[in-house]
């Protein structure tokens, strides 16, 4: 059964580069509405092009912390992917604010949901519930006891929250926990992503790129249109009370990563190494993604090296708009 057909769906963060192609998964499935919450400090008009023209859906420039919006918004809303986070250096930078938007909005979501009888939440968490996991690929019984970050502990309270809030109201819930997302749109000067694109600027201009550490520090990157459908599957299975890995099952370390880059962009630079600044206390990431599989029937379609190479496309050609 198609849920999306003819629902209301809310999507809070829809600017921002996940939320956008989640959008641009659900509008060929025909909703009645798609109403959009961001305030845009991290998404963008630019994010929302193929779709904010379209009459189906509604944009709200607007704050999850403003509850008279918040509950405008979910009152007689079918569906909600709840994805309007702080990233994780805004939040240990200004844990205030990152307990307004990830703890107290969150818990809001679920409040209003429950009274509004809204009928399934699809919530983006995280690997960082996990910290440095204890196995390798990490299923989603590993426990979250060696995470060390604020953003982590707020992605872990919002699964329980929805958990505690199933049990008590029945709200029905799915939680994802995204890897390494990546693709066109992406956060340029994240935690992570940054590396890639100051690589790219390297590739571009001919210089040597840059690798702190030894280069063996590992991740598991998932291309962001995979991550969109696995949050449509997930509103579509008949599962609730369930968190799920969102990965792409390989794990790629940092010099890995540049190999690919350089082959991609056909380059034939040479990293140098340089000590590390800072202690990573998460050195390897790998997503046991069975379970999604099983119950949403997920799996990734789009390897690193071909989401690399959109990655490429789609960066220079936006530094040469910006730069022309
Ligand atoms: N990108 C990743 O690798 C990754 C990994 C794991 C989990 N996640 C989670 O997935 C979700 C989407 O992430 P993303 O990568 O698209 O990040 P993003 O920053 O691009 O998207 C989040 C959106 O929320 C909006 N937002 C932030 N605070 C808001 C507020 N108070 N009110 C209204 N809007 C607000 C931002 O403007 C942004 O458009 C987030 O919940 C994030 O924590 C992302």
């Given at each position: ?5 003819d629902s209301i769906i809310l999507v809070t ?202 280069g063996s520090t590992t991740m598991d990157f ?103």
């Amino acid at each position: 059964m198609n849920k999306v057909k003819d629902s209301i769906i809310l999507v809070t963060g829809g600017a921002g580069f996940i939320g956008s192609y989640v959008i641009e998964e659900l509008i060929p499935l025909k909703p009645k509405k798609i109403i959009i919450i961001d305030n845009l400090i991290r998404g963008s008009r630019a994010n929302m092009k193929s779709f904010l023209d379209n009459p189906v859906v509604e944009f709200h420039e607007g704050d999850i912390r403003d509850l008279v919006l918040l509950e405008k918004c979910i009152a007689g809303t079918d569906y909600i992917f709840h994805m309007a986070a702080l990233r994780i250096n805004a939040c240990a930078a200004n844990p205030s604010d990152g307990f307004d938007v990830m703890l107290k909005s969150t818990f809001e979501v679920a409040s209003l949901s429950a009274k509004h009888k809204v009928k399934k939440i699809i919530y983006s968490s995280s690997a960082s519930v996990y910290g440095l996991a204890q196995h390798f690929p990490t299923p989603e019984t590993d426990n979250p006891y060696n995470n060390q970050t604020f953003y982590g502990a707020a992605k872990m309270w919002g699964e329980q929250l929805f958990r505690s809030f199933k049990f008590m109201y029945g709200l029905d819930y799915v939680a994802l926990r995204y890897f390494n997302a990546y693709g066109p749109r992406m956060d340029t000067d994240g935690k992570y992503t940054e590396v890639m694109i100051k690589w790219l600027d390297c590739i571009r201009d001919g210089k040597t790129p840059l690798i702190f550490g030894d280069g063996s520090t590992t991740m598991d990157f998932v291309y962001v249109r995979d991550i969109a459908k696995a949050n449509v599957a997930a509103l579509q299975a008949e599962v609730t009370d369930e968190a799920f890995n969102i990965g792409n099952c390989e794990e790629t370390s940092l010099k890995g990563l540049l190999d690919v880059l350089l082959k991609v962009n056909h380059s034939t630079l040479s990293p140098e190494f340089r000590a590390e600044n800072s202690i990573n206390p998460v050195s390897r990431r790998l997503a046991d993604i069975s379970k999604a599989k099983k119950l949403l029937d997920f799996s990734p379609t789009v390897s690193l090296e071909k989401g690399m190479k959109e990655l490429t496309e789609w960066y220079f050609e936006k530094i040469k708009i910006t730069t022309d």
